[in-house]
């Protein structure tokens, strides 16, 4: 198994940064690939940032040239920092992480509440 623990959502006004970390744990797991998804209340699960182990990244469109994902291999720990914030960013964050022991696996964070306030 593989754990997430996710840290650093909050509530920050329109205009502001959050930054957010999510550790993985799990000594038996090759952690691959590490992201960020988000989910506002009534709609469905999207992307907000991925990244492979070997630092490739990946982003949703609405959130390009203002979140910066990042990631620590050695702590097994991803980061997302997040500027200019806007009232459409306010949703539950979650940390997914595919790992492999043979086969790979996709794990999942308890979700962090990033609320921006306009």
């Known amino acids: 198994q593989v754990q997430l623990v996710e840290s650093g959502g909050g509530l920050v006004q329109a205009g502001g940064s959050l930054r957010l970390s999510c550790a993985a744990s799990?000594?038996?797991?090759?952690?691959?690939?590490m992201g960020w998804y988000r989910q506002a209340p009534g709609k469905q699960r999207e992307l907000v940032a991925s990244?492979?182990?070997?630092?490739?990244?990946n982003y949703g469109d609405s959130v390009k040239g203002r979140f910066t994902i990042s990631r620590d291999n050695a702590k097994n720990t991803i980061y997302l920092q997040m500027n200019s914030l806007k009232s459409e960013d306010t949703a539950v964050y979650y940390c997914?992480?595919?790992?492999?022991?043979?086969?790979?696996?996709?794990?999942w964070g308890q979700g962090t509440q990033v609320t921006v306030s306009s």
């Open positions: 799990g000594s038996s797991f090759s952690i691959n690939d």
């Open positions: 990244i492979s182990s070997r630092g490739a990244t």
């Open positions: 997914n992480a595919i790992a492999r022991r043979g086969a790979s696996f996709s794990f």
